[in-house]
């Protein structure tokens, strides 16, 4: 049994489905995903189950709803570490990328049950599409890496895959107690490396 989880704020009328939504997210980040449900969610904000399936026909609606939210909130994320870093030369675009990467693990360190639902097999995630924010950002910041001369326009060539699965297999990891945490330094040295960054 899950105990109930506060919310931090109440319920008002017209907007069920983003306090439901704001309730899982609190629960999944106490007691991890597998201790999600519409019922514990319902109980959360104070309604009955039945009104909850008025916006979520079942759990895994639900989840593909928090889903969402918590990839543009990691996009979100990145997006500030980004625009924390002025200038235009090479020395600038590196540390936005470097920033892009750390936002990103940041993200996986403090929030694990948060990650892990969204990552972890809970949530039927096709892959990132194209236009979304977070793949857009690593678009951009690759594209920048080659304007600049840090890499070749070759080496930018399928980038986002290299350098998105080396950061996720690095945070996974390493929330999993799988690699040390101070080892993600050397993943992101890595990555330039295989990117040939000069």
Known sequence: MVPRVAVVSP????DLESALVEAAIALVRKYGPDHLSLRAVSADVGVSPSASYHYFQDKDALIS????VLFARLADLQEEAISKIS???????????????????????TEPNLYRLLFGGFCEMQEVPQDHK????????????VQVGLITKSARQNG???VWSAVHGASSLIIEGLMPRQAFPEVLKGIQRSLGMK
């Open 134 to 145: 977070a793949w857009r950002l690593l678009s951009e910041g690759l594209d920048e890496l």
């Open 87 to 109: 200038g235009s030369g090479m020395r600038s675009a590196r540390e936005r990328f470097q920033a892009m990467g750390n936002a990103y693990f940041k993200w996986a360190v």
């Open 160 to 162: 986002e895959a290299l």
């Open 65 to 68: 709803a928090v889903g969402s």
């Open 11 to 14: 319920y008002h009328h017209g």
